[in-house]
Nanobody
Framework: QVQLVESGGGTVQPGGSLRLSCLASVNVYSIYVVGWYRQAPGTQRELVARMASGGRIDYADSVAGRFTISRDARYTLYLQMNSLKPEDTAVYYC???????????WGQGTQVTVSS
């Protein structure tokens, strides 16, 4: 079982920045695909960015060049969000997916609101 706890959400003006953090209960980086998803009201949850164990990184077209996914040497995953837009407003979720067992874990989500 993997537990994921997000932090760092909040309210920011358009053009501002936020950094989200996701603390995992175990080292997920050697096997899991880890990433960030978001869900705005009335929409489906969508991929924002993900990082595979081999280092491959994928970004949604809508955030490429503005958001950066990274991790530290232990158990924390980050999402640096710059040049935020009102359309980035959503609940952001941390995810860990094991491609060998298909086990899929989610954090509780953190709200990001971009508004003037």
């Amino acid at each position: 079982q993997v537990q994921l706890v997000e932090s760092g959400g909040g309210t920011v003006q358009p053009g501002g920045s936020l950094r989200l953090s996701c603390l995992a209960s175990v080292n997920v980086y050697s096997i899991y695909v880890v990433g960030w998803y978001r869900q705005a009201p009335g929409t489906q949850r969508e991929l924002v960015a993900r990082m595979a164990s081999g280092g491959r990184i994928d970004y949604a077209d809508s955030v490429a060049g503005r958001f950066t996914i990274s991790r530290d040497a232990r158990y924390t995953l980050y999402l640096q969000m710059n040049s935020l837009k009102p359309e980035d407003t959503a609940v952001y979720y941390c995810n860990a997916f094991n491609p060998y067992t298909q086990a899929n874990f989610w954090g509780q989500g953190t709200q990001v609101t971009v508004s003037s």
